[in-house]
């Protein structure tokens, strides 16, 4: 590998992290189309890459933020283990079903599930323009 890659993967790296521990974000929006579009991987490739980026660091410091503020508490500690487990069983679902599935297909799936949610939050966010919901 060289600096050049290197450099590029520690870019993205940053990005998603920076996005994640922001606004929540990181590994699909962030790191799938970086790897596809920068990289060249293919799109099951830059899948299952960002996949196993995850596993490990997956928000460790952005959730100590958030607890040490005091907007995760001890119940909510609870659904993040429900959603853990059932994302684990999606997560594994969804790579079978992904991966029988054309790369181009995919890629259509997810910009246009991206564009939705996109056009969702901006319309949310407009709808309390100038509101202060602190």
Known sequence: MGISTMLL??????SAGLLSGFIGVGGGIVIVPALVFIMGFTQHEAQGLSIATMLPPIGIMAFYSY?????????????????AVAFVIGGFIGS????????????LIFGTFMLFVAFKMIASGMA??????D
């Open 96 to 107: 079978k079903v992904a991966l029988k599935i054309s790369p181009n297909l995919i890629r």
């Open 67 to 83: 607890w040490q503020h005091g907007t995760i508490t001890k119940n909510s500690i609870g659904y993040a283990a429900i959603i």
């Open 9 to 14: 993967l520690i870019c993205i790296g940053v």
């Open 128 to 133: 309390f323009f100038g509101e202060n919901d």
